[in-house]
Each structure stands twice: as structure tokens, then as C-alpha cells.
């Protein structure tokens, strides 16, 4: 399109404007040139051919606006500032300039030195306008206040020479290239300021005080706020904003600042409940919190020191701990927190000793944040945090595996943010995540709707919703509200089987029984529950052997006669099924067990069995001549007085062979009749309704039994006539154990 001449030596750099139609270049000739190559771009955009002759675009097109030549050496950058009319450049002569151009020249404002060596790059700061950037050979990067010329921070290697340094376009980051690699930095802190009280958000942007309410989401500016002297750069930047939630007649406020000498100062400022400024702020040294009314608080090592406003009246408070003191925040009325090296104390002022304390074990304590309702506080650093009630009674910890950047309480549970997420901790155990889309964020304040309110990297408010029903039903279960954790399963906000198990672990598992679907984890769920009687109707949707076994173990443990009977019946185990007749005296049913094992299961053993406690001789006669005992079976037709069956047994007896002569004899039946019968013990009730009604337990609700009772009875008369097929395979694989 056009080639640029003018520069009499090798052009280092060349960087468009982001708005306007110039470009500046900078060139060993010691010399900054800026373009204006808007008449190329007008006649590059009326051309409506398809390709454009050679001598359309030429050099004629581009003009030099102006020439800046004030640096002695070769210059090696030049670049504009994004919003200002301004130009930065960097030279061999260890020197920085800045200027300022308009339409037809340029000039310069500021010459900046303190390298020891070629300055190879630099750039403007691109929020802060009165601050650059530089690096230079002398293996340092140097950050300049250009209208006062002072040298603010710098960062030197040992070996490294730095070859350029550029601001990140969107967020507050720097990058600087040297010979050793890149380095990523920060200069300033992009953590906005707030505490909430009396329904207002108060906040810090850009050295000025802001209020929201929070019922409306109106944003007001109070006014600006003047820094200790005048601001030198990044200094006297408020560190730290509490307001006094003990005195609700008027909204008083502490800024806590840092000076460029690391002095710690405090500001007070005070407003009506309409947010007027009452009176001049109040100043003085030392970090300082509210502990009533009209008192504050302030520190050195090894002293608390408690003053009013005006800092007139103080009185001084010895520190009897070991470790020095680090830093205070704030409290309960009439309490400071103190913390030291290792340890967190509770202070109590009025009677000055140490109420409680705990080991911190968190690396750098960040911050202290108070819930809305002053009975918990969280305590933070970069990798972990403490959750403790308002005595530090309780104590619960979480560390992280990423960087924590702000917290909030809400409820039992604390909310925090990470550079990727937004997270939840409850009792240092149960985590989740809220958000993994909105990046690094300034946690302010969470509803109870989900509405959340944050500040941005740039310091924006911004509102976002959260979906935190994971978050309320993990928090109802922690406090155990049934209620609230069943409203919120019926809601069909919480989904998934995660929900269930942690029921089950939380020792709910009749909660999780009334939303399970599946039949098999439903059976599981009502046998740990103890409902046996929805454990029927899910091992009658399973048709599982190991379901009815199992089933029949937890109702016999709970006295349930009749589940019992019935899952015994459906694995075809007969001989518990008498011995439960036996126990509860149903001879009715005992007497039909005779007969379904001399007909159907051909078993004499469970025949012989079963008549025992019938006393059902004549049937253990036959059994006896059936299967070729026909000398037992004579002797006890004979012993128990059978004289027909036993003339029949007789001459059935005279055909045998190998017969025992002794009971030929003819007075065999006379030493008969001399034995002593045994016959069992019978029924003190026998069928009647106590021998089909479940077991009484020592505790049993007076109010459901019936409604049990009836269940019970139907899903009894569900199954009655029905067999359950059962695999084949199967069986004999349990047949085989069996063995």
C-alpha cells in the first residue's frame, strides 16, 4: 500500500493508533517520527475497482505529522498511550520521555532517568494514566510517575537483561521478556474494598467511596476521597474499609491506608442515615477497627490501644502473649481479633484477656469476614480457610487447591471465589461449585433467591444468578430440617443419585426411599430404613432369591411374622416356615404343611418333622410302613394304642425276613403299654389371631401400626397363589455352596 521513508537509519518499532489514523515509529537515527496516513486509508476505501493500479498508493499518501529528536542515542521503542495524546519512547541514552502531540506538533512533558543501561522498551500503565513502565539492559524493570519523575517500584535480576515489557490489553497484568525468560506481574491490587451493614454495600473504586442499597440495586457516590497528603502514585491507596455496625443512628466508616513509606494511616469519615458527611474525616497512625458505639481501636507489637474519635482520649491495653502483634480486625462488641504470627486470639477490651484462640495454619491471613448476623467469621489466606462461630468454639477448616481471592458467609455454609470458579464449603467437608464461567471475581453479597453481587478484575458491580439449590439442600441436611430437604426434593431442583446417596450417608435413607426409582436400590434403602414393607414390594418387582433371603433376615429381626412367612415361602424354605408355625402355634397351617410335603415335595424327613409337634401319630405310622420301617411302624401302632394298624402291620410282619423275634412275641404288646408316652406340648391358643399377627415390639408408634398392619395385609393378598421363577442357573450355583 505505501513504504514510509524518512528515518536515515533501522526502524526498531512501528505501532498503529487504536483509534486514530497515525502510526509512530521509532529509529536508530535518534529520532520518533508519527504518521498520518488518513488520506491512504480515504482513497484505499473510494476505490471500487478490483485491483487497484501501482501508482494509486504511494508515499505522497502518508505524511510525517511531526518529529520528536530530543534523545541523544538510538531510539528503541515508541508508543501511544490507548485513550491520552500521548507518546512514550525509550533510548540508548538510559532516558524515557514522554510527550504530548496534537494535529500539527508535538512536545515533550517528562524525561525519566534512573536506568544504568539502554532503555530497550516501555509502555504506558493502562488504567492509570500517570504512571509507565520501562526495562532496561541494567537487568531491571522500573515503574515511573512521569509528572513528578519518581521511581515508584523496580524489580532487578542478577543476570537477565529485560527486552520489552507490555501491559495486558484488558486486565491489570504486565509481562516483561528477558534473557532468562518471562515474568508476569501485578502492580497495584484489583481487590475492591466493601463491607455491608444496615442494608447498604459500601465500596472503594478509584479512591472513591460508593453505597448500593440493597433492596433497590441503586449505586450512589458519596464523594471522593482525599488520600493521606497527596497521592504519589500507587501509594496511599486504602488498604482495608470497615463501617460500624454498633452505632445505627449514623453511618460511620474507616479507611485504613499504607503510605509509600509503609506508614499505616486511618481516615474516618462519618454520614447521616440520608448519606450526608457530617464534619471533616478524622485522622491518625496505625490501623484501626471499631469496638463500640464511639470507640476504635488501633495496635503497635505489644499494645491494643482503645480511643474515641477524635483520638484525644486513649488508653493503652498491654499485650501479655508471646508472639507479637501483626494485625487487628474487627469483632463483637467490645472484642477485638488479634492475630499473630501463628495464632488467632479473641480479645475481650473491657476485661483484657484472651477469651480463645487457635492455631491459624494458613499461611498469609488475608482477610477477616464477618456473616450479616455477626455470629460467624471466616479467616482466609491464598491456599485455606477457618470458619468459626463468634467464640470460636467451633471450629471448621478447608484448604483449597486453588487460589482463594474473596469469601462470604451464607447460612452454615462459606462461599468463595477462586480464579476459575465461585465455590461452597460446608463444615470444612461437603464442597461443590456454584460457577466456573465468570473467571475472577469479588465476591460482595449472596440472596437467599440465588442473586449474587460481585466486583469485577476492572472493579465493576455486576449481579449474576446462581443456582445454590445443591447448596440449601447440602445445608438443610447438615442442620437436619427434614422439612426443608424434602420441599426441596419435591421442587425437582435436585436431581441425581448423588442427592440420594448423600442422603443415605447423612442417615436419611427413608427420604431417599420416597424419591428412589430404581427397585434394587430402593430394596437397599428400605431394608437400612427399616420399611419392610415397601423392601416387599421392591423384591416382588425384582424377583431376586437374594432379595426375599435378605428381606426375610430384616423382618424377622423386627418381628414381622408375616413378611417373613411369605419371603420364606417365595424361596421355597419349608423348614423355617414350620418352625414359625411351631413358635406361634398354627396348627392349621402347620397340618397343610404335612400335606404339601407328602404330596408335592415327597420329603418324609420334613413329613416326620412336621407331625412331631402335631402329635399326629397315625400319619408317622403310615410314614414309617411307606418307606419299609415296618417294625417301627408296628411297634408304634402298637405303643400308642393303634390296634387296627397294628393287626394290619402284623401280618405284613410275618412275610419279612431277618425280622427281630422280640416283637412276635406275645408279650411284646404288654411291655408296650407299659412305656411312657410323649406327646407335645400343645398351644395354649391354637389358630387364633395371635398366631398370624406380627410380634409386638417394646417401641412401636401408637399411631401407624394399624396402617402398617393394612399394607401388610395387602401386598400379603398381591402375592397369595403366586410363585416367583427364580433362575435355574442360579439355584444350582447356591445348591452347589450349600454343599
Avoid at 543476570?159 to 532468562?180: C, I, L, M, Q
Avoid at 491518625?284 to 483520638?311: A, E, I, P, Q
Avoid at 404343611?593 to 403310615?622: A, W, Y
Wanted: proline share 3%.
Amino acid at each position: 500500500m505505501a513504504v514510509l521513508t524518512g528515518h536515515s537509519h533501522y526502524v526498531m518499532t512501528a505501532f498503529f493508533h487504536p483509534t486514530e489514523d497515525i502510526i509512530v515509529s521509532s529509529s536508530l537515527d535518534e529520532s520518533v517520527r508519527i504518521w498520518d496516513y488518513s488520506e491512504l486509508k480515504k482513497k484505499y476505501i473510494n476505490y471500487k475497482g478490483s485491483k487497484p493500479p501501482g501508482e494509486l498508493y504511494g508515499a505522497t499518501d502518508v505524511s510525517v505529522r511531526c518529529i520528536l529528536d530530543q534523545h541523544d542515542k538510538s531510539v528503541n521503542w515508541a508508543d501511544f498511550h490507548s485513550t491520552r495524546r500521548m507518546v512514550i519512547s525509550s533510548a540508548d541514552d538510559r532516558t524515557v520521555k514522554v510527550y504530548r502531540y496534537s494535529e500539527t506538533r508535538a512536545w515533550e512533558l517528562s524525561t525519566l532517568r534512573g536506568h544504568n543501561h539502554n532503555v530497550i522498551s516501555c509502555c504506558f500503565h493502562p488504567n492509570n494514566p500517570d504512571i509507565v513502565l520501562s526495562c532496561s539492559e541494567d537487568l531491571s524493570v522500573k515503574v515511573w510517575e512521569y509528572n513528578s519523575g519518581k521511581n515508584l517500584a523496580s524489580h532487578s535480576t542478577s543476570t537477565d537483561r529485560f527486552w520489552v515489557v507490555r501491559p495486558h490489553p484488558k486486565e491489570n497484568y504486565f509481562a516483561a521478556g528477558s534473557d532468562g525468560g518471562l515474568i508476569i506481574f501485578k502492580l497495584e491490587s484489583e481487590r475492591i474494598h466493601s463491607d455491608l451493614a444496615f442494608n447498604l454495600l459500601f465500596y472503594l473504586k478509584k479512591n472513591e467511596l460508593f453505597v448500593k442499597e440493597i433492596s433497590t440495586d441503586k449505586i450512589k457516590s458519596l464523594h471522593g476521597i482525599a488520600a493521606l497528603g497527596e497521592r504519589e502514585g500507587l501509594s496511599n491507596i486504602p488498604r482495608s474499609l470497615y463501617v460500624n455496625h454498633f452505632d445505627k443512628s449514623t453511618r460511620t466508616i474507616i479507611l485504613n491506608y499504607k503510605t509509600k513509606d509503609k506508614i499505616s494511616k486511618y481516615e474516618i469519615h462519618s454520614f447521616s442515615q440520608s448519606l450526608q458527611p457530617i464534619g471533616e474525616p478524622k485522622r491518625g497512625y496505625g490501623t484501626c477497627v471499631f469496638v463500640g458505639k464511639d470507640k476504635v481501636c488501633t495496635f503497635d507489637s505489644r499494645n491494643l490501644f482503645l480511643n474515641d474519635y477524635s483520638g484525644l482520649k486513649r488508653k493503652a491495653i498491654p499485650w501479655t502473649e508471646t508472639e507479637n502483634i501483626q494485625m487487628i480486625y474487627p469483632c463483637t462488641l467490645g472484642k477485638v481479633l488479634v492475630s499473630t504470627e501463628a495464632f488467632l486470639y479473641l480479645f475481650d477490651l473491657t476485661s483484657r484477656k484472651v477469651i480463645n484462640s487457635y492455631r491459624l495454619r494458613l499461611g498469609k491471613l488475608k482477610r477477616i469476614v464477618w456473616s450479616s448476623n455477626q455470629s460467624s467469621f471466616v479467616a482466609y489466606s491464598s491456599a485455606a480457610l477457618i470458619h468459626s462461630d463468634r467464640e470460636m468454639k467451633k471450629i471448621e477448616r478447608y484448604r483449597s487447591s486453588e487460589k482463594i481471592k474473596s469469601c462470604i458467609i451464607f447460612g452454615e455454609c462459606v462461599v468463595f471465589s477462586t480464579p476459575k470458579h465461585i465455590k461452597y464449603t460446608l463444615g470444612g467437608e461437603k464442597t461443590g461449585v456454584l460457577n466456573s464461567d465468570l473467571g475472577t471475581t469479588y465476591l460482595a453479597y449472596l440472596r437467599q433467591n440465588g442473586l449474587m453481587t460481585y466486583f469485577s478484575r476492572g472493579g465493576h458491580v455486576n449481579t449474576t444468578k446462581l443456582n445454590i439449590s445443591e447448596m440449601k439442600f447440602k445445608e438443610n441436611l447438615y442442620k437436619k430440617q427434614v422439612a426443608d430437604v424434602s420441599q426441596l426434593l419435591r421442587s425437582g431442583d435436585i436431581v441425581g443419585k448423588a442427592c440420594l446417596q448423600l442422603l443415605q450417608e447423612e442417615g436419611m435413607p427413608e427420604l431417599a426411599l420416597e424419591f428412589e426409582k430404581d427397585q434394587s436400590a430402593k430394596f437397599k434403602l428400605a431394608l437400612l430404613s427399616g420399611n419392610i414393607e415397601s423392601a416387599l414390594f421392591a423384591a416382588l418387582q425384582l424377583k431376586d432369591k437374594q432379595c426375599f433371603l435378605k428381606l426375610a433376615d430384616y423382618a424377622l429381626k423386627q418381628g414381622n411374622a408375616q413378611i417373613w412367612e411369605m419371603a420364606l415361602q417365595k424361596v421355597l424354605n419349608y423348614q423355617k416356615v414350620s418352625f414359625l408355625y411351631q413358635v406361634t402355634g398354627n396348627v392349621n397351617k402347620l397340618s397343610k404343611m404335612v400335606n404339601l410335603s407328602k404330596q408335592k415335595l415327597k420329603d418324609s424327613m420334613h413329613v416326620f418333622s412336621n407331625t412331631i409337634p402335631l402329635g399326629n401319630v397315625e400319619e408317622r405310622i403310615m410314614l414309617f410302613a411307606n418307606i419299609g420301617q415296618i417294625p417301627l411302624a408296628y411297634k408304634m401302632a402298637v405303643t400308642y394304642g393303634y390296634q387296627t394298624m397294628a393287626k394290619a402291620l402284623l401280618e405284613g410282619l410275618t412275610k419279612l425276613e431277618n425280622i427281630n423275634k422280640e416283637i412276635l412275641e406275645d408279650d411284646f404288646v404288654e411291655k408296650c403299654k407299659k412305656q411312657k408316652l410323649i406327646f407335645p406340648l400343645r398351644p395354649v391358643l391354637p389358630d387364633s389371631e395371635y398366631s398370624t399377627k406380627n410380634w409386638p415390639l417394646v417401641e412401636r408408634p401408637l399411631a401407624k401400626p394399624k396402617q402398617k398392619e393394612d399394607e401388610t395385609d395387602k401386598l400379603l393378598e398381591m402375592t397369595e397363589d403366586k410363585e416367583i421363577e427364580f433362575d435355574e442357573e442360579e439355584e444350582q450355583k447356591e445348591e452347589k455352596k450349600e454343599e
